[in-house]
C-alpha cells in the first residue's frame, strides 16, 4: 500500500490537520475552535477533503457526524502522515 503522502500527491498538509481533527471531533464548529479556525474555514475544508478524496468523509448520524468505511480507512495513514511531517 502506497504511503497516503505520496497517494495524494499535492495534498495540503494542513487539509490533512483538518481531516485529522475532523475525525478527532466528530463536529465542524469543536474542531475549528480546537484548531483556531472559523466555523465556516473548517466547514470549507471538509468540503475540500470531500471532493479530493471523493467521498463524504462524515456524515450526519444518529449520534453526530459518523465517518464514512473510507474515512476510517484513511484516519490511521493521514495521522501518521500529519505526525511525521
Do not use: W
Amino acid at each position: 500500500e502506497k504511503p497516503i503522502v505520496a497517494q495524494y500527491k499535492n495534498i495540503d498538509l494542513h487539509l490533512l490537520e483538518c481531516f485529522a481533527m475532523l475525525m478527532r471531533e466528530r463536529n465542524v464548529t469543536r474542531a475549528a475552535e480546537r484548531m483556531g479556525l472559523s466555523q465556516s474555514a473548517m466547514s470549507e475544508a471538509l468540503g475540500r477533503l470531500r471532493e479530493r478524496f471523493d467521498d463524504p468523509l462524515l456524515v450526519r448520524g444518529s449520534r453526530g457526524m459518523q465517518p464514512t468505511p473510507h474515512a476510517l480507512s484513511l484516519i490511521a495513514r493521514i495521522g501518521e502522515a500529519t505526525e511525521t511531517l
